[in-house]
């Protein structure tokens, strides 16, 4: 089965600064990939994701890149704010998630 | 999208019951998945259910220990088995090919 390895495991920004999650994936065949958000206490919300036939895609501050040679892809998030503060978690098509990620956005 | 809702929405339970969670969902769905999120943890897949068929388990989780049922296309139950302290965790049903979450079960073994 898919591996997925997600880096780092808490990420601590100031207001206003970016954002940068990284995945590692093991399995070439895998061609969906998508990003969640975990408040405390609540369930995952997805909040992008990417097909394999795409190498960008933006949502207003969210954009998420993906390098198939590599078998890696990126979460990155413009402007945080302190609302962003959560957990954070990748997944690969077959429904393997990586370990998180706790960003904290500090006003 | 899909709305998800969970029954119940936390438990505490003795060692040794068994506790049935029910998964349901506002629209047909062919796919139903169950997770556990152990606390503090990321989420582990338990298994995937269609409906009018078995249930598929991932590494590591059972049938004997972990039941499902899914007897149509809106609705699915996971059963924790015999449960000790160690299945203390949240569990949770997913649709739509992960993108949809229901809100989580509680579950605590004393």
Redesign the interface.
């Given at each position: 089965?898919e591996n997925v390895e997600q880096h780092p495991s808490t990420l601590s920004v100031q207001e206003g600064d970016s954002a940068v999650i990284k995945c590692t994936y093991s399995d070439s065949a895998s061609n969906?990939f998508?990003w969640y958000k975990q408040e405390l206490g609540k369930?995952?919300?997805?909040i992008i994701?990417i097909r394999s036939n795409v190498g960008e895609k933006k949502d207003q501050r969210i954009a998420v890149t993906l390098n198939k040679t590599a078998k890696h892809f990126s979460l990155h998030i413009t402007e945080t704010q302190p609302e962003d503060s959560a957990v954070y978690?990748c997944?690969a098509?077959d429904?393997?998630?990586?370990?998180?990620t706790r960003l904290t956005v500090k006003p | 999208s899909a709305v998800i809702s969970q029954k119940p929405s936390r438990d505490i339970c003795q060692r040794g019951t068994s506790l049935t969670i029910q998964c349901q969902v506002d629209s047909q769905v062919t796919m139903m998945f169950w997770y556990r999120q152990q606390p503090g943890q990321s989420l582990t897949l338990i298994a995937t259910a269609n409906q009018g068929s078995e249930a598929t388990y991932e590494s590591g989780f059972v049938i004997d220990k972990f039941p499902i049922s899914r007897p149509n296309l809106t609705f699915s139950t996971l059963t924790v088995s015999n449960m000790s302290p160690e299945d203390s965790s949240i569990y949770l049903c997913s649709v739509g090919g992960q993108r949809y979450f229901g809100p989580g079960t509680r579950l605590t073994v004393t």
């Amino acid at each position: 089965g898919e591996n997925v390895e997600q880096h780092p495991s808490t990420l601590s920004v100031q207001e206003g600064d970016s954002a940068v999650i990284k995945c590692t994936y093991s399995d070439s065949a895998s061609n969906y990939f998508p990003w969640y958000k975990q408040e405390l206490g609540k369930r995952p919300q997805l909040i992008i994701d990417i097909r394999s036939n795409v190498g960008e895609k933006k949502d207003q501050r969210i954009a998420v890149t993906l390098n198939k040679t590599a078998k890696h892809f990126s979460l990155h998030i413009t402007e945080t704010q302190p609302e962003d503060s959560a957990v954070y978690f990748c997944a690969a098509n077959d429904m393997r998630f990586g370990a998180g990620t706790r960003l904290t956005v500090k006003p | 999208s899909a709305v998800i809702s969970q029954k119940p929405s936390r438990d505490i339970c003795q060692r040794g019951t068994s506790l049935t969670i029910q998964c349901q969902v506002d629209s047909q769905v062919t796919m139903m998945f169950w997770y556990r999120q152990q606390p503090g943890q990321s989420l582990t897949l338990i298994a995937t259910a269609n409906q009018g068929s078995e249930a598929t388990y991932e590494s590591g989780f059972v049938i004997d220990k972990f039941p499902i049922s899914r007897p149509n296309l809106t609705f699915s139950t996971l059963t924790v088995s015999n449960m000790s302290p160690e299945d203390s965790s949240i569990y949770l049903c997913s649709v739509g090919g992960q993108r949809y979450f229901g809100p989580g079960t509680r579950l605590t073994v004393t």
